[in-house]
Structures are given as structure tokens and as C-alpha cells.
């Protein structure tokens, strides 16, 4: 079973069924609301990444989980919260070494998605060289190709060809599709 954490709340990773995350961060959502253990089992999550994918020449934001199977819990670990999360409808258990869960590291919890800073990602689905036209701004309807992709800004650089020069123009994401 669980061992005794400091009355400290961790980052614990739940293994799920397949499609049942939704359904387990709901049902320990309300026995957490129905037992007052709010204190205990602080936080659920389950981390998604937002895409922006063109479909039909339209630009669609959507979301995916980023660990398909997996719930995040913050919790206090100790045998009470140990078993409302184990016997919870669709948890098949903790991730860890037999049956002792063993809790994130800080290095987990900022690649995972699941730290106070949880803004989703965006991947954004062309390369550079790829064909593009501008369809917000002052060049919209202008052709050109990805120079250079920067994620951080969510910007892209696209070489636009003005009076026979290829021009640099600086895009947000949102104002290219693909040619």
C-alpha cells in the first residue's frame, strides 16, 4: 500500500481504462466534494496539448490528451486517499513499483504538463519551405513560403515575393494556411 508523505500534496500519476479519464476525474471529483477530502486529494488533471489543424481549408483548435490512460492527481498520500483513489470506477491503479505510487519529480511535473503553469501547447502543423497564403492582414491573399517557425511566439517567418524580391514578413500562426 501507500506510505506516509509529510502531509506534503505531490503530483501522482493514475493509470486508467482506455477513455475512461474523463469519466475517473469526474467520479473522484465528487467523492472528493461528497467526503470533504478536498484538503487530501487537492487537484485532478489531465493534460492536454492544442492543435491547430486546417481542415477544409479552415483553421480548427483542437484538443488532445497528452497521456491517453493516465489522470494526474495532487494529493496528500496516505491510506485513505490511497484507497478512494484505487477504488475508483476505471482506475486500474498508481504508476509505480508494484503497489507503492511513487510521486512526480519537478523535472516530471514541468515536462508533463501538469505544474501551476499549465498553458497548453500549440503544435503548429507545417514546416518550413511549406507553401503557404496569407489569409489575415495587410498581405492577405499573398503567396509565399515558411522561412523559419518560432513555437515560443507562435510566429512564423514566410518569404513573400513584393516587386520581384523575396520579402521576410513576421505572421502570427493564426494568419497562414497552407497553399
Do not use: C
Request: no cysteine.
Amino acid at each position: 500500500m501507500a506510505e506516509k508523505s509529510d502531509n506534503k500534496a505531490e503530483w501522482y500519476v493514475v493509470h486508467t481504462y482506455s477513455g475512461y479519464e474523463n469519466k475517473v476525474m469526474d467520479s473522484l471529483q465528487k467523492t472528493v466534494e461528497n467526503r470533504g477530502l478536498q484538503e487530501s486529494i487537492q487537484e485532478i488533471r489531465i493534460p492536454v496539448e492544442e492543435i491547430i489543424e486546417l481542415k477544409n481549408g479552415k483553421r480548427q483548435s483542437v484538443q488532445r490528451k497528452l497521456y491517453p490512460g493516465y489522470v494526474m492527481v495532487r494529493m496528500v498520500m496516505d491510506e485513505r486517499t490511497w484507497f478512494v483513489v484505487r477504488n475508483t470506477r476505471g482506475v486500474t491503479g498508481f504508476v509505480g513499483p508494484g503497489s507503492k505510487p511513487v510521486p512526480l519529480t519537478d523535472a516530471e511535473i514541468a515536462t508533463m504538463g501538469v505544474g501551476e503553469e499549465n498553458k497548453p501547447q500549440v503544435r503548429f502543423s507545417m514546416d518550413v519551405g511549406d507553401a503557404v497564403i496569407i489569409g489575415a492582414g495587410p498581405l492577405e491573399g499573398f503567396q509565399g513560403n515558411i522561412d523559419q517557425i518560432d513555437m515560443v511566439e507562435q510566429k512564423v517567418r514566410v518569404l513573400v515575393s513584393l516587386f520581384g524580391r523575396e520579402t521576410p514578413v513576421e505572421l502570427e500562426f493564426f494568419q497562414v494556411k497552407k497553399a
